[in-house]
């Protein structure tokens, strides 16, 4: 992916839920007109943020053979900023008892929450030369890159 948000994936339990991290760099292209003297991440970034983890987890959780495509965003609420040099924690939890996808998504900067989010998705197959297959292989290759990062992995129900 060119701009990814996801620099870690410190935990993912398939099906489940999966945490991720960003550290966020002043050096990030958005930060020369958002703002120039007061950078700020813009919320539609942190939103991203969330849906890449959230992609992620889909796609770990279905072997890369379902991709997801976004149908709804809801109850988005940003209550303080993301700024150059901050360490977003991101979380995606999948609703218990669900049959769609639906997951509850929180940002954390030092522990405290900046922005949170419901994210709903439908599963697309993602065959070989489709658009899905296309969307699976960079979200596969993504998923390799970070597995060269320190991340800690759970399988759903084995003792790691």
Not at 131 to 149: F, N, V
């Amino acid at each position: 992916m060119r701009f990814a948000f996801v620099d870690r994936i410190v935990t993912a339990e398939p099906h489940r839920r999966i945490e991720t991290s960003k550290t966020v760099s002043g050096l990030e292209d958005v930060f020369a007109d958002h703002f120039p003297g007061y950078p700020v991440l813009p919320g539609a970034l942190v939103v991203e943020a969330f849906a890449q983890a959230a992609q992620l987890l889909i796609g770990l959780s279905q072997g890369f053979a379902q991709v997801g495509r976004l149908r709804g965003l809801s109850r988005v609420a940003f209550r303080h900023q993301v700024r150059p040099g901050d360490q977003l924690a991101i979380r995606c939890e999948r609703r218990v008892g669900e049959a769609a996808w639906v997951l509850d998504a929180t940002a954390l900067v030092d522990g405290r929450r900046v922005a949170a989010a419901t994210l709903e998705y439908a599963l697309e197959s993602a065959e070989p030369g489709t658009e899905g297959g296309l969307h699976a292989e960079r979200l596969r290759a993504l998923a390799r890159e970070l597995e060269r990062a320190p991340a800690e992995t759970a399988t759903g129900g084995g003792d790691e």
